[in-house]
Nanobody
Framework: QVQVVESGGGLVQPGGSLRLSCGAS????????MGWYRQAPGKQREWVTY???????DYDDSVEDRFTISRDNSKNTANLQMDNLKPEDPGIYSC????????????????WGPGTQVPVSS
């Protein structure tokens, strides 16, 4: 029932900026943490950043000081502002969302969006 959709991906040049958006809908239990992951070509998926329902954030060292995550709880959205993109930043960026609460006897699991591509031109 919960749906997660990313948007904002697109081709940029090294040093450029891009803003991604993640929207979550359909939750009857509220939205908890929202995070971003990415998978570069030929590499495993890696964690990029997350933001809690209370606004606490954390970043992978590779993107800290360049990426900024924020959220709008009234819209159940999370944004990822990416500045100074580097050649190692391209990949498919996926948004992962946890619920604020889970039904009894239900495993805590994240909901994922289909991802959005972020190519970086050479």
């Amino acid at each position: 029932q919960v749906q997660v959709v990313e948007s904002g991906g697109g081709l940029v040049q090294p040093g450029g900026s891009l803003r991604l958006s993640c929207g979550a809908s359909g939750s009857n239990f509220g939205i908890g943490n929202m995070g971003w992951y990415r998978q570069a070509p030929g590499k495993q998926r890696e964690w990029v950043t997350y933001i809690t329902s209370g606004g606490l954030t954390d970043y992978d060292d590779s993107v800290e000081d360049r990426f900024t995550i924020s959220r709008d709880n009234s819209k159940n959205t999370a944004n990822l502002q990416m500045d100074n993109l580097k050649p190692e930043d391209p990949g498919i960026y996926s948004c992962s969302v946890t619920l604020r609460r889970y039904p009894p006897f239900t495993k805590r699991a994240a909901f994922w969006g289909p991802g959005t591509q972020v190519p970086v031109s050479s």
